[in-house]
């Protein structure tokens, strides 16, 4: 049997309430992580990392001695404890030098994994960029170059698409000011050829600048801001289908909901039916005439007729009839 935590006061409550599903869920959470060996190369990727996801991204500098691929039970203490879904590993060895492990968590469970290895010949950090930076906690512009990663059965590049966009994402907009489009994230990778290995990622992140153009629109420049990665796929470990299927359940509150008896013609125009109860048009009010007035004579006649058979001459009835009579 599971465990089931009881909360003792209401601190606690309030901190149980807040890990439990939400039908609208808060922006995900990364948590940056070293491990025992980890170079300066990665440090620094990891710094700029952390610069970008800002204010959604907590940052561990002590060494943790993890191997993601061997043995998830720390990465999926870290999860929990942190309430954090994504996580990005950083370690460098001789077999995998200047790693770095994105990782995704589903109900605080290992969901997939992917390497990238570094190249450090063409790292470029955030500060070797002389330049203005964007804004703390802004939504990019996020594109993908290259038809790997459109590719229709799943590969690590596929992947990556995924993992880069479930990690820039941020929170759920209704609506954008288009002063808040100040960066925009490249991503791109180059054609795969038989016989040569599998091309590099390359990550490039470019400030939008909006100039005067004499016309009504704009005209729109972009300047790199940094930093400049440029990454090898390394292992690749996919999410079961069954908790992939579970992990994209959309909940029944956000469902569209469907309208009855609405239907669009070959025209485009919307059609409805309507149906309506029996309508009883005795009540129904009519304009009033003065031709349409009833007489004395009419209204002595309706009078006359009230009177039911068995009624005696000397009932009031007919004493009132008689009256009218004379």
Same mark, same amino acid.
Not at 203 to 222: C, M
Not at 274 to 284: M, V
């Given at each position: 049997?599971? /465990? ?5 006061? $209401? ?34 990727? #990891? $710094?700029? =990392? ?25 990465? %999926? ?7 954090? !879904? ?35 010949? !063409? ?11 964007? $804004? ?17 059965? !799943? ?33 791109? $990778? ?28 704009? /005209?729109?420049?972009? %300047? ?15 999410? *079961? ?13 956000? *469902? ?16 409805? /039916? ?9 009540? #129904? ?13 009419? =209204? ?17 009835? /007919?004493?009132? #009839?008689?009256?009218? %009579?004379?």
């Amino acid at each position: 049997m599971l /465990r089931q935590i009881v909360p003792k006061n $209401a601190r606690s409550k309030r901190a149980l309430e807040k890990k439990e599903p939400h039908v609208v869920e808060n922006p995900k959470t990364t948590l940056i992580l070293r491990g025992t060996s980890c170079s300066q190369i990665v440090q620094l990727a #990891l $710094a700029d =990392i952390h610069s970008l996801k800002r204010p959604s991204c907590i940052k561990f500098t002590k060494k943790n001695d993890i191997h993601p691929f061997e043995d998830v039970s720390s990465i %999926e203490f870290f999860s929990e404890k942190n309430d954090a !879904s994504l996580l990005i590993f950083g370690h460098n060895s001789k077999k995998r030098p200047h790693c770095l492990t994105l990782i995704r968590t589903h109900a605080y469970k290992i969901l997939d994994m992917l390497e990238l290895y570094l190249d450090p010949e !063409s790292f470029r950090t955030l500060n070797q960029f002389k330049n203005a930076k964007c $804004a703390v906690g802004l939504k990019p512009m996020i594109t993908f170059s290259g038809t790997l990663f459109d590719s229709p059965t !799943s590969n690590a590049y596929t992947l990556a698409k995924s993992v880069f966009l479930d990690l820039f994402k941020g929170h759920d907009a209704t609506s954008i000011d288009v002063e808040g489009l100040q960066y925009m994230i490249h991503i791109s $990778a180059e054609e795969e050829v038989d016989g040569q290995p599998p091309p590099q990622i390359k990550f490039r992140i470019y400030l939008i600048r909006t100039k005067r153009s004499g016309q009504k629109l704009p /005209r729109v420049e972009v %300047e790199e801001m940094g930093p400049r990665m440029d990454f090898r796929v390394g292992r690749v470990r996919e999410a *079961e289908e069954s908790v992939m299927r579970e992990a994209l359940k959309k909940p029944k509150q956000l *469902e569209p909901k469907t309208k009855k008896n609405i239907e669009t013609d070959i025209m485009g125009d919307k059609i409805g /039916r309507i149906h309506l109860g029996k309508q009883d048009l005795s009540t #129904l009010q009519t304009r009033k005439m003065k031709g349409l007035k009833r007489g004395r004579n009419d =209204i002595d006649e309706d009078n006359a007729t009230t009177l039911v058979e068995g009624d005696d001459e000397t009932s009031p009835k /007919r004493e009132r #009839l008689e009256q009218l %009579e004379a």
